[in-house]
């Protein structure tokens, strides 16, 4: 039994939620993260950071317990905080699609079950669903950007998926995802630009759960989805916005040689993107 308790690797809380759409009462699970659980590995230049397997733990993914998700109906929320804040005008609708989010759910995260202990499925499952979600939070939430990070985690997810069980198209999926993510981050930006929807509703601009890499994290991230993932349809537009994310690496650059609280690692992948995006738009105009 001691053996046991010392292998677990997460905890049902003691604080018991209820969700705001059908009224069920749930305990969240929580990641225990002590006793050498979590080893850090390399940090992505989409601000992933990667974690090494334990010897005694074996791999743990810590974004798989972001999401707060009602087991009963799947509404969920990335953060605590607003699963229960849902405004009550929103409950109703919220509601009505339970049938809408199993179905859609199931059919990318077949075996999905949020009664369990979460998975990788129900984790990636859970980014998802929390994705939908957020389309019945009002602006004050900011729920762009909030979308923008899930679909992004949900990408991120899908490429452990397609790790640990290749050739399931779980690799077309992530990029499914990331395009998302592209389109929100994108939309987060010019809300913000217009005075439509700001990011005060963020707490933590993330993207991941270790770090916060805060507005300029933010900036940077709109420019590595938009070379990687955004669409060349209109070949003027995808280089015009390069153009404007490469300004913003710039003024970047500017900002992080005298401040100290810039973190470090993400001016070297900001110093990357800003030659991977001049050699871009080069070759487009050969």
């Not at 679909?151 to 999926?173: C, I, K, M, S």
């Amino acid at each position: 039994m001691q053996e046991e308790r010392e292998l677990k690797i997460s905890f049902f809380s003691k604080e018991e939620y209820r969700c705001p759409a059908c009224g069920a009462a749930f305990k969240r699970e929580e990641l225990l993260s002590g006793s050498g659980r979590l080893i850090a590995g390399d940090l992505t230049d989409e601000l992933h950071r990667l974690y090494e397997p334990s010897a005694k733990f074996g791999e743990i993914h810590p974004l798989i317990y972001a999401p707060t998700v009602c087991p009963e109906c799947w509404f969920a929320s990335l953060d605590k905080e607003d699963f229960s804040a849902l405004p009550e005008a929103s409950r109703g609708k919220a509601r009505a699609e339970e049938d809408e989010r199993r179905v859609d759910v199931l059919h990318a995260f077949a075996g999905t079950d949020f009664s369990k202990n979460r998975t990788l499925i129900s984790g990636a499952a859970g980014h998802y669903l929390a994705l939908r979600c957020y389309d019945h939070y009002p602006k004050e939430f900011s729920p762009t950007i909030k979308q923008g990070i899930a679909a992004l985690r949900t990408g991120w997810l899908l490429d452990e998926l397609n790790r640990v069980y290749p050739g399931q198209h779980f690799d077309w999926l992530a990029v499914l995802f990331k395009k998302k993510a592209c389109f929100l981050y994108g939309e987060a930006l010019a809300r913000e630009q217009a005075g439509a929807e700001t990011l005060s509703g963020l707490k933590t601009f993330g993207p991941d759960t270790d770090k916060n890499y805060g507005y300029e994290g933010f900036l940077y991230l709109v420019g590595l989805l938009r070379l990687r993932y955004g669409s060349r349809e209109n070949q003027h537009e995808w280089e015009s916005r390069l153009e404007e994310a490469k300004r913003s690496i710039a003024k970047m650059f500017g900002l992080g040689k005298t401040s100290k609280k810039k973190p470090g690692p993400l001016l070297e992948h900001a110093r990357n993107l800003y030659d991977d995006i001049g050699k871009a738009l080069n070759e487009a105009d050969e």
